[in-house]
């Protein structure tokens, strides 16, 4: 009869009738009994989970809470009864009752922690506010990080950035500065950050390792409403940067040449027209027009067309300096605005472009015929430069059609 009444068989005699999901765990942390009750509320048989860490049954927001009781129980302290979140085989979240009770080796020390939890039923909606904030907290796409006044980071949460996984808490201990890469107080995105210090609700965007972020900032204050330091939240806006540039590059310039289209063009005269005028620095407007391109239209058809006017756009392209414009103004006519340029300058660069067109050895042969205005000499508002540089242009192909009817007689 002694033997029927050892401890291990009384034991394993609860752990086989009681409701309560009753399980041992060594403080390492790993399973080390496991009750049919835990069976039954967690989905795993025994040889299952016997051996295996309890954090597998835990959410990530639960696994520092876990860590804590171990702690305790090490330091002889009461651990008594809480409500935890823990999870099913099949992933569904549990809210469970547990009551904690240390375990003592014969020596009297603490050797491991038994739990006995039981399932508690969700009130109002399937998960209680708080628990959704917390996991909305994990999942959240970006980063969201509190920092003290000295800006060093006190809490993280989020999902983190592309190609980064940050966990919760992973930053604590870091500053701003370093987490971001960042080492000037007074420049992006450390000034947002002392600005919300001093009450400031900021935002900027930064470039962080080919990546675009948007940073939000907004102080952090107590209860009695005294700034205690401040919150960041970083969203990876990268894609959505790239896809506006796209779309403002597509409206600002010309399909078939590349070059920048009418509207563009206007829009940049017109604020240089007015920067010169403040300046007094002259500048010059070059109006271009393709020599013939209805002949070659009628002649070798309208794709040849187009590979001549593109064949002028990459004339324009390489005969200018990155700080000009070059423009399809419509139809065969190019434009150029050649910034800070005299009348010796914009020659040069009209003789350029002949000399390049001369030396193509692509057929059909290409010329163009070019007009020029300068500022202030010739206009001092884009509708006078342009009309200057018209009147050139028109006297120009006049010219060149007399010479090549010269040349065919």
């Known amino acids: 009869m002694s033997q029927e009444l050892r401890p291990e068989r009384m034991l394993a005699a609860v752990l086989e009738t009681t409701e309560e999901a009753v399980l041992g765990i060594d403080l390492a942390g790993s399973i080390v009994t496991w009750s049919r009750g835990a069976e039954r509320l967690y989905g795993y048989a025994a040889e299952d989970v016997i051996g295996t860490p309890l954090v597998q049954l835990t959410p990530?927001?639960?696994a520092a809470g876990h860590q804590e009781v171990l702690s305790r129980a090490r330091m002889g302290e009461a651990l008594g009864t809480e409500v935890v979140?823990?999870?099913?085989r099949s992933g569904k979240l549990l809210r469970l009752?547990?009551?904690?009770t240390a375990v003592l080796d014969r020596a009297g020390e603490t050797?491991?922690?038994l739990e006995a939890g039981r399932l508690l039923e969700w009130s109002g909606s399937d998960i209680p506010a708080e628990v959704q904030l917390r996991l909305a907290a994990e999942q959240m796409p970006g980063l969201v990080w509190v920092a003290d006044r000295n800006l060093r980071i006190t809490a993280n949460w989020g999902m983190g950035l592309p190609g980064k996984a940050i966990r919760a808490?992973?930053?604590?201990?870091?500053t701003v500065g370093e987490f971001l890469e960042a080492g000037d107080p007074h420049a992006t995105p450390l000034a947002e950050h002392y600005e919300a210090l001093q009450g400031d609700h900021s935002e900027c965007e930064y470039q962080r390792k080919q990546r675009t972020l948007e940073i939000r900032v907004v102080p952090l204050r107590s209860c009695t409403g005294d700034i205690t330091g401040c919150i960041g939240v970083a969203a990876d806006v990268t894609h959505r940067k790239e896809t506006e540039e796209h779309i403002r590059y597509q409206a600002a310039h010309d399909a078939l040449t590349g070059l920048a289209n009418y509207r563009e063009f206007m829009d940049t005269l017109d604020r240089e027209v007015r920067r010169a005028d403040r300046s007094r620095h002259p500048f010059t407007v070059l109006l271009l027009d393709l020599d013939d391109l209805k002949v070659i239209n009628d002649r070798l058809g309208h794709l040849e067309g187009n590979r001549a006017l593109k064949r002028i756009a990459g004339v324009l392209k390489e005969q200018c300096r990155s700080t000009d414009l070059a423009a399809r103004y419509g139809g065969d006519e190019f434009a150029v605005v050649l910034i800070d340029s005299d009348l010796g300058m914009a020659e040069h660069v009209c003789e350029r472009i002949e000399a390049s067109l001369n030396r193509d050895a692509q057929t059909p042969k290409l010329s163009v015929s070019i007009g020029l205005?300068?500022?202030p000499e010739d206009g001092r508002t884009a509708h006078e430069l342009l009309q200057a540089a018209d009147q050139k242009l028109y006297r120009c192909k006049k010219s060149s059609r007399e010479r090549r009817n010269v040349a065919v007689r």
């Open 60 to 62: 990530l927001y639960e």
């Open 85 to 88: 979140e823990r999870l099913h």
């Open 97 to 100: 009752s547990v009551r904690r």
């Open 111 to 113: 050797s491991g922690v």
């Open 169 to 174: 808490g992973s930053l604590v201990g870091k």
């Open 373 to 375: 205005g300068l500022f």
